[in-house]
């Protein structure tokens, strides 16, 4: 949560005397005296103090293992949406998701309420890596490895960034892992069409520090541990 937000939700105060309390440096972060008032913050991450007094946020992370045949949307006509996977309880109209997976891909997706470390996450400077597994109808070959290095050309010309491609078990590579930065429209099916292979299935695994493990069954959810929290504490800004 920005501090200009924490501030005045819990002072109720002018935008006037909102400036005039980080002019006075009565806030401080980790004992230093902070006077960017967008500056993104968590009480489970950083001591938040007005005026000595400390200041705490109620901010949700969750991890979601997105299940296939969910669509990553507010609301949808047709098909159920990542909000639909949790408990009435644990939506909120703050409740964001963190960039979009098809209707078809399956795994991890982080929804938060921290709007602008949701923001921040997507930025393309932050080259946030994520790792997908991808089962192919076509095998890939050793020589994609060089040509998602050298990044891949979209059939319409778009230029993809340099990509990591781990061909998994023995020929043929049907099943592979690749690492993208960016989070351009089909990204990965479009990458592997541009090299002649069509994308059967797609699971998302890693998301910059979070990583989907075996306990999270497909459908399933739960917040963030404090460990993981703290993995994200360099997008906090
Ligand atoms: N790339 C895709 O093609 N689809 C996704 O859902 C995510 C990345």
Redo the contacts with the bound molecule.
Sequence with gaps: MRLEELIQSTQKVSRKELKRIFAKGLVRVDGQIERNISRNVDSNLHQISLNQRLLTTKERYYILNKPKGVVTANKDAQYPTVFDCLHANDRCNQLKFVG???RQ?EGLLLLTTNGQLAYDLLQPNQKVSKT?EVWLKEAAEYADIDRFKAGITFLDGTKCQSAQLTLLGTAPFHHVQVTIQEGKF?????MFLSVGKK?EE?K?ITFGPLVLDDTLAVGQYRRLTIEELQRLKPYFR
Excluded: E, G
Excluded at 186 to 190: E, I, L, N, P, R
């Design positions: 979009r997976l098809d891909t997908y089909h990204q990965v099916k479009k994308v797609l998302r």
